[in-house]
């Protein structure tokens, strides 16, 4: 069974939400049964490799202790900056392990959402540290860690956010809404993912077969269908997550917002993959920033910005994987977000046109081939020209 992946998936959960249902509508906490649904969706998804399922316990476990043991010091001794280093550190260590020992050919210590359960346990830590989370209770961080929705590709919620809608429980008559809401998102994330998105995969499969390195309109319908691919299957896939935590009670955030109408990158990137971007953002570009100003690192902050892009945007593309696409893809977006920083701040002609009309729409349509060109490095295929 996949997860959002296939009729067998759907079929049992058609079958096991509607308990879920029958909760929210007669006002019954959902969480207890949300919890036993993500261990059988988990379960199911990884029956066919039992290791996994021990990897990802013994990661749980560990991650609990990290923020048992931040906890005990950030009470004791405040925010102790060596502490906090080290927990970041053994925090990402499993997931290092993972990507290292996949450039050897042997997937060490891999299991289902490794990267995205690692977001969520760095950010614990993180707001551990920062004397924003007081407590971390075993049932409530194993849930946030394994709620099967979001558990493999997203979107990647904040711990304090999952933990209040977890505990609150809906009148009949909102959490009835919330479930026709995710019900049109499902329905929504079907034709996304299962119609449109299969749809331009085909086109992908066909143009796969055709001479790459002679024919330069090839090389272009392939980056537009990859692009558009990517979009629909992924946000396809985000939808549906979204709607069926709304079903278990849990409003999951938007992860897209339509980024192809962007006008510059740091639109694009407040509309794509949402959740992942503000991640970054909060958690590595604001407190590099932060750290920068306090630390009179740079001449100006407008060069600080661009240095915490770079660092960004380059962290990002490492985290997809340690090939080179998607690392020159991080670099990619972290030179584009600078540009359009310094532009900006900089251009007269920016400050006296950006809101007429024309150059809107000249924006738009220069930010979206930059982007689709983005996702060309991304998919490989430039690097198989070069």
Known sequence: MSIFGDSTFFIWAALLLIPAVILGIMEKPIKYYGFLLSLFFIGAACINSPVSLVYMGLYCIWQY???????????KNG???RTFWAAISFSILPLAVFKLSELIGHSLFGFIGISYLTFKSVQIIIEIYDEIIKECRPFEFAYFLLFFPSVSAGPIDRSRRFEEDIRRIPPKKEYLDMVGTGL???CLGLVYKFVIAALLYQGITYIAYVDIVSRFWVQLGY??????YLFFDFAGYSLMAIGVSYMLGVKTPENFNKPFISTDIREFWDRWHITLSHWFRDFVFSRFMMASIRGKWFSSKLTGAACGFMINMTLMGIWHGLDMSYIIYGVYHGILLSITEMYQKKSKFYKKNKKKKWYIWISRVITFNLVMFGFYIFSGRLMEII
């Open 184 to 186: 049109f998102k499902i």
């Open 65 to 75: 202790g990290l923020a048992r043991v931040m906890l005990k010091v950030t009470e």
């Open 79 to 81: 925010r102790d900056r």
């Open 223 to 228: 980056m537009y269908l990859y692009g558009g």
